[in-house]
């Protein structure tokens, strides 16, 4: 087996260390401002210690889904394999979250690859 292409797509939303402490001071506006403070202290410590400044999110308000995010980056790869003239799927298999199956599950799964599956359009 060969991996013709890869394809990643995170989530939309980024949040910096600030932003996720300016959200815990906001959360917690009606605490005593002082322990508050020692407690975004601590906070900010351990987000140094664990070495990332920014994470990503799914941003909920535009309807982004962990399902969303696996079918677009999927989908990515499979376009970028046929581009190069590489078949991405040969029957009888189909992808999902680029695992390939085989045919009985295919058919449904590949409903979102309609445009670049061949088990869609020979099941219908």
């Known amino acids: 087996m060969r991996i013709e292409s890869i394809s990643v797509r995170l989530p939309s939303k980024c949040v910096s260390n600030d932003?996720?402490?300016e959200e815990i001071r906001a959360v917690n506006a009606k605490a005593d401002a002082e322990e508050l403070e020692r407690?975004?202290?601590?906070?900010r410590l351990l987000l140094l210690q664990a070495g990332s400044r920014t994470r990503f999110y799914r941003n909920k308000q535009t309807g982004e889904t962990a399902i969303s995010l696996i079918v677009e980056a999927a989908d990515?790869?499979?376009?970028?394999?046929?581009?190069?003239g590489r078949t991405a799927l040969r029957p009888?298999?189909?992808l999902c979250a680029?695992?390939?199956?085989?045919?009985p599950l295919a058919p449904e799964?590949?409903?979102r690859f309609l445009s670049v599956?061949?088990?869609a359009d020979r099941n219908r």
Do not use: K, N
């Open 76 to 84: 990515r790869a499979l376009r970028a394999a046929v581009q190069r």
């Open 98 to 103: 680029g695992l390939l199956l085989e045919t």
């Open 109 to 111: 799964i590949d409903e």
């Open 39 to 43: 407690y975004c202290r601590h906070i």
């Open 92 to 94: 009888p298999f189909g």
């Open 19 to 21: 932003d996720l402490l």
């Open 117 to 119: 599956s061949p088990i």
